[in-house]
Structure formats: structure tokens, C-alpha cells
């Protein structure tokens, strides 16, 4: 089991820059594909990215693509989600997760320890 704790939420005007982090413990953690997600309210929560175990491949939702870059640091075992270009329709809760699989995945059934979230708000 891996154990995850996201950080660096925050407030920021639209088209500013936040970097989300997430910290994870166990093992398992430099072999698994991980993935950010993010849920709004009275909305469920959604696919935002993901990255392969070595980091060589990364996934995005249209919604992010060419704004958000995910990385990881299986040394540290770290992973990030750099935010660019931010807009008022990207405030939510955000939160990272371990895929069960081998591969990449946007199915949220195939995550599982997930951390707490970090709250993301960006005013217009």
C-alpha cells in the first residue's frame, strides 16, 4: 500500500501558476503509474493526468493539455502537477493516486490510495 499526501493548493488570479506536489510513502510507488485528478463542487471527480512508472510517458485531459505538466522523482518519491496559464473553471479539489495497473490509466476505478487533496481556487 502506498500512502499519498498532496500539497501546495492555494489561491491565484486566473492565468497564474500554481505546482501541486505529492509525497508518497511505500515501496510500491516507483513501479506504479500515477495520476492527478480533480473534483469540483457538485461535480465528480475527473482526470486531469498521469504519468507512466519511469516517467517517460504522461496523459493529459483536454481540458489541460498544454497548460498542466506532470512529473515524478522516484528517488524522492515525489510527483508533481506544474500549473500554468490557470483559469476559474480549474478550482477544485485536487488529488493524487496510484494506478493499480501496469499502464495508464483514466479509469478513477483502477486508482487507489488516494491522498486527502489540496484545495485549488482561481478567481477570475
Known amino acids: 500500500q502506498v500512502q499519498l499526501v498532496e500539497s501546495g493548493g492555494g489561491l491565484v488570479q486566473a492565468g497564474g501558476s500554481l505546482r501541486l506536489s505529492c509525497a508518497a510513502s511505500?515501496?510500491?510507488?516507483?513501479?506504479?503509474?500515477m495520476g492527478w485528478f480533480r473534483q469540483a463542487p457538485g461535480k465528480e471527480r475527473e482526470f486531469v493526468g498521469g504519468?507512466?512508472?519511469?516517467?517517460?510517458?504522461?496523459d493529459y485531459a483536454d481540458s489541460v493539455k498544454g497548460r498542466f505538466t506532470i512529473a515524478r522523482d522516484n528517488a524522492k518519491n515525489t510527483m508533481s502537477l506544474q500549473m500554468n496559464s490557470l483559469k476559474p473553471e480549474d478550482t477544485a479539489v485536487y488529488y493524487c493516486?496510484?494506478?493499480?495497473?501496469?499502464?495508464?490509466?483514466?479509469?478513477?476505478?483502477?486508482?487507489?490510495?488516494w491522498g486527502q487533496g489540496t484545495q485549488v481556487t482561481v478567481s477570475s
Open positions: 493516486a496510484r494506478s493499480t495497473k501496469v499502464y495508464m490509466t483514466r479509469s478513477l476505478s483502477l486508482y487507489d490510495s
Open positions: 511505500g515501496r510500491t510507488f516507483n513501479f506504479s503509474p
Open positions: 504519468i507512466s512508472w519511469n516517467g517517460d510517458t504522461t
